[in-house]
């Protein structure tokens, strides 16, 4: 009853574990912030690629009319959030200020 050296031990350890906790969750957030950021980076990939196609016509009409096939043409225009100009996106401290 009357050893109190363990005191100490357990003062120290808790302080010890609060640290390591706050440290934690500091931690956490900022790997949070940062997977954020990646995948805002290949949405933006994703949203940069070009899907237009297009394919020209087959015909024959030498001697007779044989056959014909029209072309045909898709061009990709840019979608909303292509950009994240219109989204609102929470990914940490912006890169570059475009004037807004």
């Known amino acids: 009853m009357n050893d109190e050296?363990?005191?100490i031990i357990s003062a120290e350890l808790v302080?010890?574990?609060t640290i390591a906790v706050l440290a934690m969750i500091v931690g956490l957030s900022e790997v949070a912030v940062?997977?954020?950021t990646e995948l805002n980076d290949l949405s933006?990939?994703?949203g940069a690629l070009n899907q237009s196609f297009a394919f020209t016509g087959f015909q024959k009409f030498f001697?007779?009319?044989i056959s014909f096939v029209p072309g045909s043409c898709f061009i990709d225009f840019i979608d909303?959030?292509?950009?994240?100009?219109?989204?609102d996106m929470v990914?940490?401290?912006?890169l570059f200020n475009w004037g807004g």
Request: hydrophobic share 40%; net charge negative; charged share 10%.
């Open 80 to 87: 909303d959030c292509d950009w994240n100009s219109s989204c």
């Open 63 to 65: 001697p007779k009319f």
């Open 44 to 46: 933006n990939a994703f």
């Open 15 to 17: 302080l010890v574990l």
């Open 5 to 7: 050296t363990g005191v």
């Open 34 to 36: 940062a997977i954020n």
């Open 91 to 94: 990914c940490g401290a912006p």
